[in-house]
Nanobody, 119 residues
Framework: QVQLVESGGGLVQPGGSLRLSCAAS????????MAWYRQAPGKERELVAA???????NYADSVKGRFAISRDNAKNTVYLQMNSLKPEDTAVYYC?????????????WGQGTQVTVSS
């Protein structure tokens, strides 16, 4: 019943920027912890960034200082601003939701959006 729809992926040159959006429905968004994961070919899915229901962010070491996660509860939307992109950021990016609000059991997932960083 919880639906997550990502948008904003695409092709960008190294050093460029993209902003991903994830629109959520079917849950009390203000009580939901949200996260962005990514999966590159041949690799396991990894946590990129997470944000608590209070708006406190957390980041993987590989993206600290370059990415920023935020949420707009009025729009039921979470964002991932990606700056200074590198080829190794190339992956399918997934939005995930934890409706318990605890910030660790992400059971609901979007369909994924492709991000390709290449010259």
């Amino acid at each position: 019943q919880v639906q997550l729809v990502e948008s904003g992926g695409g092709l960008v040159q190294p050093g460029g920027s993209l902003r991903l959006s994830c629109a959520a429905s079917g849950s009390d968004f203000s009580a939901t912890a949200m996260a962005w994961y990514r999966q590159a070919p041949g690799k396991e899915r990894e946590l990129v960034a997470a944000i608590t229901k209070r708006g406190t962010p957390n980041y993987a070491d590989s993206v600290k200082g370059r990415f920023a996660i935020s949420r707009d509860n009025a729009k039921n939307t979470v964002y991932l601003q990606m700056n200074s992109l590198k080829p190794e950021d190339t992956a399918v990016y997934y939005c995930a939701a934890d409706i318990t609000g605890q910030g660790w059991n992400y059971k609901y997932w979007g369909q994924g959006t492709q991000v390709t960083v290449s010259s």
